[in-house]
């Protein structure tokens, strides 16, 4: 992967947001706009040329799962359809590395705009994490939109929309007393999921926001029940 054309953007970007994701929320204009449990969904109310390309930041603790487990289900293409509501066909056209594909979806059509499709890289890597005091890892999966001749965007059925979504994982282990094994109980994964869609072409703000406020926080429990589905009868992978 590291001598593909495409490492030096893949490898920026990542980091960019890894660092974006560990922002807080309290400066910088974001508005909690859905709470479920620990699940919290902040939004920022942003145009670009009269399109809704509001970004969003959604910070979540799921107790039972790794970071290693939640960022491996979220990157892996065969799994993609079992928890993704929102997309109708997906394939990766390119295996740039076993940790970065290039993945092309159609999304379900939101009425009344035209049906949408996404072409972008998809990379998952770990991260030290020196500078936390509990020193556990971190976990990353970036998608950042890209361009793919075989594929050209608004090709008359689709409108290309472009995205950057990172999903940042970070295990913490409350460890049983008595240096007893670490079983599900004792682990929890702090979350923060990033994205932000530009539309590609027009569609209506309220129509667009109202689409946001039902299927992210949807989108977002639904992928995380997933995996704790996936794991509870598996082997810990940290
Ligand atoms: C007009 C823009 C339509 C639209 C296109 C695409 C996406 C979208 C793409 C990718 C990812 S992901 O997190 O990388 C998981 C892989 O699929 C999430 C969302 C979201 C919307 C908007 C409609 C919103 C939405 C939000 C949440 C889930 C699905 N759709």
């Known amino acids: 992967a590291c001598q593909h054309r495409l490492w030096p953007e893949i490898d920026r970007i990542s980091m960019e947001q890894l660092r974006y994701a560990r922002l807080g929320v309290g400066e910088g204009g974001w508005q909690l706009f859905a709470e479920d449990g620990e699940m919290k969904m902040y939004k920022r109310e942003e145009e670009v040329n009269g399109m809704v390309v509001d970004p969003l930041k959604a910070c979540h603790m799921v107790r039972g799962v790794t970071g290693h487990e939640m960022c491996h289900y979220f990157f892996s293409p065969d799994v993609r359809m079992d928890w993704e509501t929102t997309v109708e066909q997906m394939t990766v056209i390119e295996t740039i590395a076993e940790d970065t594909l290039v993945f092309l979806q159609v999304h379900k059509r939101i009425w009344p705009a035209s049906q949408r499709d996404s072409l972008f890289w998809s990379h998952m890597r770990q991260v030290p994490d020196h500078n936390d005091r509990d020193g556990h890892d971190i976990w990353i999966v970036c998608n950042h939109s890209t361009e793919n001749p075989d594929f050209p965007s608004n090709n008359g059925k689709f409108v290309r929309v472009t995205l950057t ?13 008595d240096g007893a094994q670490i079983v599900r109980d004792n682990i929890t994964c702090k979350i923060t999921y990033c994205s932000v869609v530009n539309p590609g072409g027009w569609a209506p703000a309220s129509v667009l926001r109202a689409v946001y406020k039902r299927e992210y926080p949807k989108f977002l429990k639904r992928f995380t029940a997933y995996v704790i589905d996936q794991c509870k009868e598996k082997p810990i992978m940290f």
């Open 165 to 177: 979504v990172c999903l940042v994982c970070q295990t913490f282990i409350d460890p049983p007393k």
